[in-house]
């Protein structure tokens, strides 16, 4: 669209890497019931450029989800400079959101669209007390879990299935590429890490959920494969609580935030 | 006391490891202005047993300070076990502060004066931008710290000295032997480990303070040493913010609370 005649030929569009504490947030879209992190950033956009915009966001978080790096853009006739919005928006949103970098790219980029790849992660405190600390930042799961049988089943289902019965219902094709599914323990706690291209609604807390239970053995592996075999909505059971699940990071061809740390991956 | 004829003979004392997110209390100690950790405990004892006690804490912990493993006790004439305790005060305590474990220990045990060793945590993120998954739990400093001039700074001040300079204002004697002080950077974040049997008031808030302003360059290596060799109350300048630093453990001859994880601290 750059060179337009339009009327918008000025415009300019900016992608942001966000870091939140989705402990207070309805989810991350907008919402009418309660407040999102879109909300809060399209507010904070008009703080700063006194521009209304529309922000689309790369995943869909849902209420209690954190994120160390999800992405998000929005078009902007602002000649704020990136590091300039990335000082700006910080100094307007709250405290339990951030940017944690920023890019000018084309306009035409769409950040659901266009992502190669997603990394989420889902921490589960495995420890026989609760722990102050990792409150709303884990799951935590009491009685001893067995991670190696859960790493087992876990590398059972990578690759392409049909991921039905690990999803919310889902209009449409069910077929995913799971690239990665790894259930890493220690020091009292376990974390599932999954990567694809994209995955089915509630699909990571709907893995972690039958993870878990087979973690506590009152499910057998053939059974989650069996779940893959015949697909059905949900039928793997229910999610994990959304407190332990982090949109870890969003990959793009051609797209670097430049932080050291990677899009978030250090934390 | 064992053995008295009094009027509490049949009396037992119950030491308990404690887990606390600091943010939201005045500090550890009771106070009339605001909730603290001693006043939560002794209302979740109150809760389980009907008895009031009052609780001795190993470590004076301020507002906003975190502790992984303090360790506080109290009399009780229940007859609980140790177990129930663990089970019956997290569920009466706010999700905040939990007890990790809990012991039976002699009449006499004084969390306070029988400590051998405390080792305390302080955490700096070190990245650009603030981290809304960190706020409350580490200081931002946005600035580059150079960590390794740090370190060296650091192993200087370890051993017997005055540390007057490094503590606030304190009747009595100032010296103490830091068996510890550690710099350990690494993905963004520094840390500072401090272990004494003993320390001053503030004094790892006001060590984290001109180390940090050294790891800036804004002052050099032998000004700490000179603050050393010429103690002055608080004279190496302001305390760290209280939401960076964490009461990691206490240790007791011949008292373990059996943890995996050792007390506390592998979080």
């Given at each position: 669209?750059?060179?337009?005649?339009?009327?918008?030929?000025?415009?300019?569009?900016?992608?942001?890497?966000?870091?939140?504490?989705?402990?207070?947030?309805?989810?991350?879209?907008?919402?009418e019931?309660?407040?999102?992190?879109?909300?809060?950033?399209?507010?904070?956009?008009?703080?700063?450029?006194?521009?209304?915009?529309?922000?689309?966001?790369?995943?869909?978080?849902?209420?209690?989800?954190?994120?160390?790096?999800?992405?998000?853009?929005?078009?902007?006739?602002?000649?704020l400079?990136?590091?300039?919005?990335?000082?700006?928006?910080?100094?307007?949103?709250?405290?339990?959101?951030?940017?944690?970098?920023?890019?000018?790219?084309?306009?035409?980029?769409?950040?659901?669209?266009?992502?190669?790849?997603?990394?989420?992660?889902?921490?589960?405190?495995?420890?026989?007390?609760?722990?102050?600390?990792?409150?709303?930042?884990?799951?935590?799961?009491?009685?001893?879990?067995d991670?190696?049988?859960?790493?087992?089943?876990?590398?059972?289902?990578?690759?392409?299935?049909?991921?039905?019965?690990?999803?919310?219902?889902?209009?449409?094709?069910?077929?995913?590429?799971?690239?990665?599914?790894?259930?890493?323990?220690?020091?009292?706690?376990?974390?599932?890490?999954?990567?694809?291209?994209?995955?089915?609604?509630?699909?990571?807390?709907?893995?972690?959920?039958?993870?878990?239970?087979?973690?506590?053995?009152?499910?057998?592996?053939?059974?989650?494969?069996?779940?893959?075999?015949?697909?059905?909505?949900?039928a793997?059971?229910?999610?994990?609580?959304?407190?332990?699940?982090y949109?870890?990071?969003?990959?793009?061809?051609?797209?670097?935030?430049?932080?050291?740390?990677?899009?978030?991956?250090?934390a």
């Open positions: 669209m750059n060179g337009d005649a339009g009327a918008r030929t000025d415009g300019r569009r900016i992608a942001v890497l966000l870091e939140y504490d989705g402990t207070a947030y309805s989810g991350s879209q907008y919402q019931n309660g407040p999102s992190i879109q909300s809060e950033l399209e507010t904070a956009i008009h703080k700063l450029t006194s521009e209304t915009v529309r922000a689309a966001f790369a995943g869909r978080t849902d209420a209690g989800v954190h994120a160390l790096g999800q992405v998000a853009s929005f078009e902007t006739t602002s000649r400079t990136a590091a300039e919005f990335v000082s700006g928006l910080n100094h307007f949103l709250p405290e339990d959101i951030a940017v944690r970098s920023a890019l000018e790219v084309a306009r035409e980029f769409d950040p659901r669209r266009h992502a190669n790849s997603r990394l989420y992660r889902y921490r589960i405190d495995n420890r026989a007390v609760r722990s102050p600390l990792e409150r709303n930042r884990s799951w935590h799961v009491a009685r001893p879990l991670a190696a049988a859960m790493q087992r089943a876990a590398a059972g289902l990578e690759g392409k299935h049909d991921f039905a019965s690990f999803a919310g219902p889902f209009e449409g094709r069910t077929e995913r590429t799971l690239r990665r599914c790894e259930v890493i323990a220690g020091g009292g706690s376990i974390t599932v890490e999954m990567e694809a291209q994209a995955f089915l609604p509630h699909q990571v807390r709907r893995t972690v959920g039958p993870l878990v239970e087979l973690g506590f053995g009152r499910i057998e592996e053939k059974m989650l494969m069996a779940w893959l075999d015949e697909p059905r909505a949900s793997a059971g229910p999610a994990a609580p959304s407190c332990g699940l949109l870890v990071s969003v990959a793009y061809d051609g797209l670097d935030f430049g932080l050291e740390d990677g899009n978030g991956q250090s």
